[in-house]
Nanobody, 134 residues
């Protein structure tokens, strides 16, 4: 079993920056697909960014390309999301997620990215709130 703990959410002004962290504990095992999702009130949970922990497999939502950077530190088993030039529309609860390995194995064979729907991810953090005021 893997546990994910997110930190870093805050209230910031538009144009500001935040870095979210997601520390994974428990038995991680082989390389995985990891992802950041976000959900605003009344909206569906959507993918912000995704990554293969062995390197590559990156995917970004069009709305965050050029502003957000996803990364994973393997020795620390920690996923990061660096968010620059934040906009009011980035306001949401952000969740990190990790797959059990099925999505990662698919990426290893077929390439592409680690993009997947929420149902493809098995482990989830509790969520951290990001509020951007204009």
């Amino acid at each position: 079993q893997v546990q994910l703990l997110e930190t870093g959410g805050d209230s910031v002004q538009a144009g500001g920056s935040l870095r979210l962290s997601c520390a994974a504990s428990g038995f991680i095992g082989s390389y995985k697909c990891v992802s950041w999702f976000r959900q605003a009130p009344g909206e569906e949970r959507g993918t912000v960014a995704a990554l293969y922990t062995g390197g590559g497999g990156e995917w970004y939502a069009d709305s965050v390309k050029g502003r957000f950077t996803v990364s994973y530190d393997n020795p620390k088993n920690t996923l990061y999301l660096l968010m620059n030039n934040l906009k009011s529309e980035d306001t949401a609860t952000y969740y990190c997620a990790m797959d059990r390995g099925d999505l990662a194995r698919k990426y290893e064979v077929l390439g592409g990215s680690c993009l997947g729907p929420p149902s493809a991810f098995d482990y989830w953090g509790q969520g951290t709130q990001v509020t951007v005021s204009s």
